[in-house]
Each structure stands twice: as C-alpha cells, then as structure tokens.
C-alpha cells in the first residue's frame, strides 16, 4: 500500500511545489496515512484544506483502502 500512497502523492507534489511547498510520507498503517507538509505548505494558513481537499481527496481515490490522511 506504501507504494500505491507514494504514487498518488507524486501526483500531488508539481501542484504543492509550484506554490513552495512539499508533502512528505511518513508511514502507512492500517488504512492511516501520516504525512508531512513541508516549505511553504508548513506554516500556510490553509495547510488543513490543503490536506483535506487535496492531498486526502487525492490518495483515497488512488488507494480505496485508505481510511484517513493525518499530517504531523
């Protein structure tokens, strides 16, 4: 599962990069994917849309099996 969740965020990175920012994988368990926002999407007021609306929005639909998308 690790590699389908990486799969999905190298779709979401060229959009998180033009705007300064990253996200970072940090583990896959039991259907919880842990990620960190990195650059500009750290510190941005929006980061929790970011993740929600995008980066969550993205890996469920890529990887069905995931539950839920929790940044550190």
């Known amino acids: 599962m690790r590699e389908k969740v990486e799969a999905a965020l190298d779709q979401i990175r060229p959009q998180l990069q033009a705007d300064g920012g990253n996200v970072e994988l940090v583990d896959v368990n ?3 994917v ?3 926002l990195t650059g500009a999407c ?7 849309m970011t993740l929600k609306g995008g980066v ?5 639909e890529q990887v069905p099996e995931v539950v839920e998308v929790i940044a550190l």
């Open 30 to 32: 039991n259907g919880t």
């Open 34 to 36: 842990k990620v960190r």
């Open 56 to 60: 969550e929005r993205v890996i469920k």
């Open 42 to 48: 750290g510190g941005c007021p929006m980061a929790a």
